[in-house]
């Protein structure tokens, strides 16, 4: 079975261009999470879809940020204009409800110079 | 205080040792705890999940859960040099602004020496 998809895996980019980042969540979960981890701050929840509905989006740094989810297998992150603080690794996970366990994607590389 | 605390370590253990990794919680409201394993460079990876006071096992590993005192533990028996990785803690909130999210700790650096 094929796990949680995401593209990029690396984005090297320069400081004020906009970034996109994908994922497709396992067939038939429902719930779908963005997370992005650092050294400093550890894993954090960035926001949550439940049936292609954002239900939290409290972690989204600032509006620079947003997060679509236009069907049950798509959804993406964008940031515009970046910064090199938003360097980091993102992650997307997915879950059959957003009560049972959540399994990772393999995660996106940002680098913003 | 952090929701979700874990010693960083790092946990050094020799080969075939028990590894013993701890982790307090500060939601008392809070049903499901979860464990993840994270290689350098990869992603977490679900090793274990608990819902309920007491021991599950799954092979060399066991979760372990008191509501009471706020913690999970995680036992690994007979440690294997590739079980050296972060090892996160989670646990999923149970209401208010916190409901179906999932909170990390820093996680407990892990490093098993033959």
């Known amino acids: 079975d094929a796990g949680v998809i995401q593209s990029p895996r690396h984005e090297v980019t320069e400081m004020g261009q906009e970034v996109t980042l994908r994922c497709k969540p396992i067939s038939g979960h429902n719930s779908l999470f963005w997370y992005r981890q650092t050294m400093m701050r550890g894993l954090e929840l960035l926001i949550y879809f439940n049936n292609n509905v954002p239900i939290d989006d409290s972690g989204m740094p600032e509006d620079r940020f947003s997060a679509k989810m236009p069907n049950a297998s798509f959804s993406t992150l964008k940031i515009q204009p970046s910064e090199p603080r938003d360097s980091a690794v993102y992650f997307c996970?997915?879950?059959?409800?957003?009560?049972?366990?959540?399994?990772f994607g393999p995660g996106t590389r940002l680098t913003v110079l | 205080q952090k929701e979700v605390e874990q010693n960083s370590g790092p946990l050094s253990v020799p080969e075939g040792a028990i590894a013993s990794l701890n982790c307090t919680y500060s939601d008392r409201g809070s049903q499901s705890f979860f464990w993840y394993r994270q290689y350098s460079g990869k992603s977490p990876e679900l090793i274990m999940s608990i819902y309920s006071n007491g021991d599950k096992e799954d092979g060399r590993f066991t979760a372990q859960l008191n509501k009471a005192s706020q913690y999970v533990s995680l036992l690994i028996r007979d440690s294997q040099p590739s079980d050296s990785a972060t090892y996160l803690c989670a646990v999923k909130g149970a209401g208010g602004t916190s409901y179906g999210k999932l909170t990390f700790g820093q996680g407990t650096i892990l490093t098993v020496h033959p």
């Open positions: 996970a997915s879950s059959r409800t957003r009560f049972d366990e959540q399994f």
